[in-house]
């Protein structure tokens, strides 16, 4: 890197699990660039200061979702947040709401539990491929326009769960099923392909899951992707209500 006029404070909470007892922050002062994401203060820092750095990223575009990271107090997705938004100093941690696995790193296996939960996958359609015989005769899947539009908000979702650590539900309620979770499980069941939302919403009408929601709205507030998670909770808590009341009405076999 060029010689750079401007340097910054940067502070890392720091946790070796082999080593510490409880998470503490290391200070390091570098140079920046007027162009610089955040996370390229954090792999310089990596590169040319202290190897011991732990911290995860990779496509560099905000679409792998896997930079997240506390910026200040705020979840932030670290390849797209600008170092020149702040000045002299900038303290980042690891995601809050989730066990730190080393440093920056997090542990996802909780949230990984939760989405497998809803089955983010369109229901019956693997069965449906297996018994085609013929492709010609039996057709493919087809979608209007609007029905796309009915559930595209909700799929543009890429997992980079600052609505999880954003969220107050999760602070206090570590079970709850959190936003990400239900808007995805939400969107499949817009999905006029789908035949899966009866299973969906006995899990969004069960303990911890939507209505759990106290409607803060944070999640939406730092959806990197324009995604109103908070929407699709409460459409869903609609939508769990609406089948349980045709269940009574009118039973049938569910998905």
Known sequence: MAESNRHMRVEILRFDPDKDE??????????????????????????????SVSHRWSCRMAVCGSCGMMVNGEPKLTCKTSLADYEGSIKIEPLA????????????????????????????????AEDMENLNEKGTYSQSPAELATFKQFSMCINCLLCYAACPVIANEPDFIGPAAIALGHRYNLDSRDEGDRGRNEIFRGEGTAFSCSFANECSEVCPKNVDPAAAVNQAKLGAVVDWAKGLILPREGA
């Open 97 to 128: 709401n989730f066990p730190i696995v080393r440093d920056l790193v997090v542990d996802m296996d909780g949230f990984m539990d939760k989405f497998r939960k809803v089955k983010p996958w369109i229901v019956r359609a693997k069965e449906r």
């Open 22 to 51: 409880v998470p503490k922050s290391q200070e390091y002062e570098i140079p920046v660039e007027e162009d610089w994401k955040v996370l390229d203060a954090i792999n310089y820092i990596k590169d040319e200061v202290d190897p």
